[in-house]
């Protein structure tokens, strides 16, 4: 604790754009409801004035360098043995199986939000295998002991973690990721000039589907279907799965989409469009699909663990597999089709955030979580 007696909570993560948008609203609840917050996670601009202390560590998200993750590994062990936290919140895979294993040596309360089981999961080939088999090694290790808590986002990844006997029934809960706020995201009607828009909030990575809704695009203009195609995402080069600018940029050349970069105003984005699309490979709980419910617009997605935990096919949006423009050009071209089907699922969508997805739900679990592990309230 604190010198006022607070519980100290630190959060670990491994990149400061996903805190800021994904983990700071619950940090800064924590921090209103009496605890001592502290962040540690790779030092960004994006972090600056965000009302909570950050501790800044070097953390790559892609790589496995001996020594760089060794770094890495002396650094978080020698950060959290400075703030001595009476309780530790990890999210995405190397601060999981980092953080959890230090505060498992440690005898630390540890929570570990497993954001989707990573790249290493989307692959088919044996070496992907033999890493899914290590990770849930590691994971069922740092998930033992009575204080360790896992938080999944989605069934399919919960069913995996319970086959595969990797934390205590009791202790691993599921929750609509980070949520949404239903305040800033809110239904409102189809702008009615102009061609109807198709978004796809993704950063460019293969993994998110973006050569396929390329070619879906491409598809459905040579047909002569009245509509607009963005990709709406900014660059992520330390990816495995990065497309590289110039393949976009010549998307945008061939006229057969936009690209708008990262966007802030999402709220905005969606307000102006009609279908919300996301064919992704896998996701642990995509925030742009439920952040689409919110804005009661319909979505056109895979059926992958995280999609389909978002849509109720036929009544919030579609499911196509995954990998198929055939089959995402004939769903996008539905919904195109149809301004009412839009509307229905737009309003259906809505409902259902209303109902699961709400950013104080989120919020409230987790605070439950931090209560029951370290027997206090503060």
């Known amino acids: 604790m604190d010198g006022r007696g607070r519980v100290r909570l630190v959060f670990v993560l491994n990149d400061a754009r996903y805190f800021r948008l994904h983990w700071l609203p619950r940090a800064l609840a924590a921090q209103a409801a009496g605890y001592d917050v502290h962040v540690l996670v790779p030092p960004a601009p994006e972090l600056e004035g965000c009302g909570v202390p950050l501790h800044p560590f070097t953390l790559q998200r892609k790589g ?23 309780i530790v919140h990890t999210a995405t895979v190397k601060p999981n ?16 939000n497993v954001t989707g089981l990573g790249t290493a999961f989307v692959s088919r080939s044996w070496p992907r295998r033999v890493l899914q088999r290590l990770v849930l090694a590691w994971y069922r290790w740092v998930a033992a002991p009575s204080n360790a808590w896992l938080v999944l986002e ?4 919960e069913r995996i973690f319970a086959a595969e006997r990797v934390g205590d ?17 809110h239904a409102s009607e189809e702008p009615g000039a ?29 047909e002569g279907v009245c509509a607009r195609f963005a990709l709406v995402g900014g660059e992520d080069p330390d990816n495995r799965s990065a ?4 393949v976009v940029q010549e998307w945008v ?69 995954a990998r198929d423009a055939d089959g995402l050009a004939a769903a996008l071209r539905t ?44």
């Open 335 to 378: 919904l195109l089709a149809d301004p009412a089907l839009r509307q229905r699922m737009g309003q259906a969508a809505r409902r259902r955030a209303e109902a699961g997805f709400s950013r104080e739900l989120v919020v409230s679990s987790t605070l439950r979580i931090y209560r029951t592990l370290t027997g206090a309230r503060p």
């Open 253 to 321: 050349a061939e006229g057969i989409l936009e690209w708008w970069g990262f966007r802030g105003d999402m709220p905005d984005v969606l307000a102006s469009a009609a279908v919300v699309c996301l064919p992704s490979y896998r996701e642990g709980m995509p925030g742009v699909l439920l952040e689409a419910a919110a804005a009661g617009r319909p979505v056109v997605t895979t059926d992958v663990p995280g999609c389909r935990d978002a849509v109720v096919p036929g009544e919030t949006g579609l499911m196509v597999p």
């Open 64 to 86: 496995l360098n001996p020594l760089r993750e060794l770094h890495s590994l002396l650094q978080l062990r020698r950060l959290l043995a400075t703030l001595a936290p009476d």
């Open 97 to 112: 199986l980092y953080g959890g294993g230090l505060c498992r040596l440690a005898g630390r309360p540890v929570v570990m």
């Open 169 to 185: 029934a009791t202790r691993r809960t599921v929750l609509a990721g980070a949520g949404v706020d239903l305040a800033e995201f």
């Open 194 to 222: 102009g061609a109807p828009l198709v978004v796809m909030p993704a950063r460019l990575l293969w993994d998110k589907g973006a050569g396929e809704f390329a070619e879906a695009a491409r598809r459905l203009r040579a």
């Open 243 to 246: 497309i590289p600018l110039r």
């Open 154 to 157: 989605n069934g399919d990844d």
